[in-house]
């Protein structure tokens, strides 16, 4: 085994200074970057990032309090508290944390001899990644990037996992931007073979061209190491820069490109699949297989993985035995809601240590009451013995809060229950749960509460044999298992049942948008998130959640009981109420809810609900009055008090300064995101100017002053004032019209194909006969989504188009209560099953709403409550 690296060592191999020596030798066991994500503390390096809108060592405070105690800091970066406020930890300054970060897995993938793969190219990385690990993983015990962790900092956390005495294999994916960061990922992968997937589009932007950018992608095969180059052939400029460069390429081709060294003819799919012909050379032996996918991305990129096993010498007949189990490559864990008040997050794609920590991180971000359960199966292809890989997952579990664990299949039964034997002797029975105390080393779960509980089965059978989805009610539950435990029907098991028609958000498109807002903000400027109206759709919780996890400031909800069920949930960000309701006020006291105050009137009410009794108490002091924000009417005629109305209101408050609490002023504008009303907008802002001036001179102190919505900071960004207001931008609608494309949709709405029918020339569908076929015969298909999902009816009769197989298929006749139907004659492949996509990726929200005379805020939040929400994250 080889020895670990201690923290000794880090200022000569990162290039830094010691500034303060840790208490004792200590030994660098895994990096931790996120002081929310920690993990176990001993060996934990928290390596202080700084980004565009974030900086690690302001939380150096939180990742000590988690027990961490190496730490890798910036020189000249103030530490909060000095180092005085970190006894017996140790830290280490450097020039860049990244280039330490990288240094680190630089150094440690050195100490690996065995093979390691490197996959680069446009698309198709992470699936190319996740085939070849099914595909080669009865030959070799693979380290490979957790899910698409191919970034700056993706790359050197995922090779930093590679263990001489767990892998015989690595196997990383590397993406880049821009000119430069290819030769650092280079530097830490150090690959022996690698594959380049396709030359495409994607972050065409960080490069002077095409040219220029496939050059700085193959810098990752540039290494004296390097051995062999998987690509394909017909990509003309790929195969053309590879001879320029002599890297050692094999290349594969479909059209007979020259030069290849393997060719492929691919037959038309057929039911699902298709066949393909394999031979070396011109003249060389052939092979015929049977690819399980129709789809052409997906038959690109089993092509690759082809080439490699073909290269390898794996005899056809067992090539073709494992790609007929090769599975659709589900890389996104799901959040789903589950059956009595449960929460379900669905990761069954795989089951590895590193994937296994993302999805419990993922678990402990769920700011619910209630247990937290983990179902888990055997963990495979780990590397290590029984004993040890069962006892990193238990050190893996009380960081996360996992309050119960379900152990599926006969390797995790059988440790458990020797681990529970050697603890205590005593033989714990297969389905009787115990402590989870009483079985993993106390020193590790030591966290654990007394009540934690463990139950092992041998199978998911005989998990599902028994199962009472009431007995887990209100949990929040992470699923994660191998494929082969078949835990999805686990997740069907304890999903809340609804009908086909989902809405998808996806999380990390909205973590990105967020994060594009942040950085338009001046340092120290506040951010305010609308959440309202369900999170403009897109459900409160989840989207809460996620904004209290990327320390957003505030949220805003439209009505207190909004707010309320957001409280009870467990969300603990300060929340801003816009109308509240006089009758309301002690709901809001009571869940620390901060009113909006637009009136004399509900000022009053205000005043009056929280006064005290003639000779009674004030109201009590764990539940303190609630903050407000006093609105102004600058030009929107809305609500709020006007600049007339300013003397008066001064007055009020100075009145009354002791007793109101309040925390900002705020006015809302009228066209931010039209430059025809320009000088509207700056009159508007002038007006608040004047008027929060002389309010926080009544209050004699300042507060929080907010005017801008998702437009205007984009389009004002010297109005930013002390906090701005999020909106439509957060999910992905660009409402400044200065760069669409910096935003990434969010939501995707689907729906399913019921039945498809030919309606015969002449012949009508649906109501009113509105529908009508012509003089041809028409296919109709109908879809399971109508305007009780919130699908507008204006879309009916040709207004309105679904894609269906990427392909667009207009509204037939009259949208009804629960379905609706379209035109698929010009689309043969469709079947009933089919995905329909509503609004997505293709049908982008403002292009679908032009279509009817309204607005994109319209099509979101109209999206009805029944219609299942899953959300996804990477």
């Not at 594959?195 to 193959?218: V, W």
């Not at 990509?235 to 053309?240: E, N, Y």
């Not at 069920?565 to 467990?570: I, M, P, V, Y």
């Amino acid at each position: 085994m080889l020895p670990p690296l201690l923290f000794a060592d880090l200022p000569a191999l990162l290039g830094g200074h010691l500034l303060q020596a840790p208490t004792g030798p200590a030994a660098v066991r895994h990096l931790v970057l996120d002081s929310r994500r920690a993990g176990p503390p001993t060996g934990a390096l928290f390596i202080a990032l700084r980004g565009p809108s974030h900086d690690g060592h302001r939380y150096l405070p939180q990742a000590y309090a988690q027990g961490v105690r190496l730490f890798v800091v910036e020189q000249g970066a103030a530490l909060p508290g000095g180092l005085a406020a970190y006894p017996g930890a140790g830290f280490v300054a450097v020039a860049s944390p990244l280039g330490a970060l990288q240094a680190l897995a630089a150094a440690h993938r050195q100490q690996f001899a065995g093979p390691v793969w490197a996959i680069t190219g446009s698309n198709g990385k992470t699936i190319v990644k996740e085939w070849l690990a099914q595909l080669l993983g009865p030959d070799e015990v693979i380290c490979r990037s957790p899910r698409s962790y191919n970034s700056q900092v993706g790359v050197p956390l995922s090779v930093w996992e590679l263990s001489p005495e767990r892998h015989t294999l690595g196997l990383f994916e590397a993406g880049i931007s821009e000119v430069g960061e290819m030769a650092k990922l280079a530097a830490v992968i150090q690959p022996t073979e690698g594959i380049f997937t396709t030359l495409g589009t994607a972050h065409d932007a960080g490069f002077a061209s095409e040219a220029e950018k496939l050059r700085e992608k193959l810098r990752l095969f540039e290494g004296p190491q390097f051995r062999r180059l998987y690509y394909c052939a017909d990509q003309g400029p790929v195969r053309d820069a590879v001879a320029a460069l002599a890297l050692p390429g094999f290349g594969w081709t479909r059209h007979d490109a020259p030069g290849a060294a393997l060719r492929f003819r691919v037959a038309p799919a057929e039911a699902g699949r298709t066949a393909v012909k394999a031979r070396a050379g011109a003249l060389g032996p052939r092979a015929d297989f049977v690819l399980p996918f129709a789809d052409e991305p997906s038959v690109e990129n089993a092509l690759h993985c082809l080439a490699v096993l073909l290269a390898r010498g794996v005899a056809p007949a067992e090539i073709q035995r494992r790609l007929a189990r090769l599975q659709p490559v589900a890389m996104r864990l799901e959040m789903k809601q589950g059956r009595h008040d449960s929460y379900l997050l669905d990761d069954t794609y795989n089951n590895d240590l590193a994937g296994l920590a993302l999805a419990l991180a993922a678990l402990g971000r769920q700011a619910r009451p209630g247990r937290r359960t983990l179902i888990l199966s055997d963990v495979l292809e780990s590397g290590l013995t029984g004993p040890a890989l069962y006892a990193r997952v238990g050190a893996l579990l009380p960081a996360h809060g996992v309050t119960r664990l379900v152990g599926i299949g006969p390797e995790i039964s059988a440790e458990l229950a020797e681990l529970k034997i050697k603890n205590d002797e005593l033989k714990m029975p297969s389905k009787a749960p115990v402590a989870i105390s009483e079985v993993f080393n106390p020193n590790q779960l030591s966290i654990f509460n007394s009540e934690s509980l463990i139950q092992t089965y041998p199978s998911t059978e005989a998990f599902l044999a028994q199962l009472n989805p009431a007995d887990f009610a209100h949990e929040t539950i992470l699923v994660k298992g191998a494929r082969r435990f078949g835990f999805e029907r686990i997740v069907a098991a304890l999903q809340a049942q609804q009908h086909g028609t989902v809405l998808e958000v996806n999380l990390d498109a909205l973590g990105h948008n967020l994060q594009h807002f942040r950085q338009q903000l001046r340092p120290g400027t506040k951010l305010m998130v609308m959440v309202k109206a369900f999170a403009y759709g897109a459900g409160s919780y989840e989207v809460a959640g996620l904004l209290e996890f990327q320390r957003a400031d505030y949220l805003a909800v439209a009505y207190a009981d909004e707010g309320v069920a957001l409280r009870e949930a467990g969300i603990g960000l300060p929340i801003m109420v816009m109308n509240p309701a006089p009758d309301a006020f002690e709901l809001l006291r009571r869940h620390r809810l901060e009113p909006e105050i637009y009136s004399f009137e509900i000022l009053e009410a205000y005043l009056a609900a929280f006064a005290a009794p003639a000779g009674g108490p004030r109201p009590a002091a764990h539940f303190p009055l609630p903050h407000i924000h006093l609105k102004l009417d600058t030009g929107m005629r809305r609500l709020g008090f006007e600049e007339a109305d300013v003397p008066a209101l001064g007055a009020l408050l100075r009145q009354h300064r002791a007793r109101l609490p309040v925390a900002g002023v705020m006015t809302h504008l009228a066209a931010a995101d039209d430059p025809a009303h320009d000088d509207f907008t700056r009159q508007q802002l002038a007006a608040f100017g004047r008027m929060a001036g002389a309010l926080e001179e009544a209050l004699g102190r300042p507060v929080l002053k907010h005017a801008l919505n998702s437009a205007g900071i984009r389009r004002f960004p010297e109005a930013q004032l002390d906090m701005v207001r999020l909106g439509i931008g957060l999910y992905g609608v660009d409402a400044s019209g200065l760069d669409a494309t910096a935003l990434r949709p969010v939501s995707t709405l689907r729906t399913t194909i019921s039945q498809i029918k030919t309606l015969p020339a002449g012949a009508t569908v649906g109501y009113g006969r509105r529908g009508a076929a012509g003089a041809l015969d028409r296919r109709i298909a109908t879809l399971a989504i109508g305007y009780a999902d919130g699908y507008d009816r204006r879309f009916g009769n040709g207004a309105g188009a679904v894609l269906v197989h990427g392909q667009p298929a207009p509204l037939v006749g009259s949208v009804c209560m629960d379905m609706c139907m379209v035109d698929v004659t010009d689309i043969p492949e469709a079947r009933a099953g089919d995905v329909a996509v509503v609004f997505g990726a293709g049908l982008p929200l403002p292009a679908l709403a032009a279509r009817i005379g309204t607005i994109a805020y319209e099509l979101l939040t109209n999206v009805s409550e029944r219609v299942k929400r899953v959300f996804v994250t990477e």
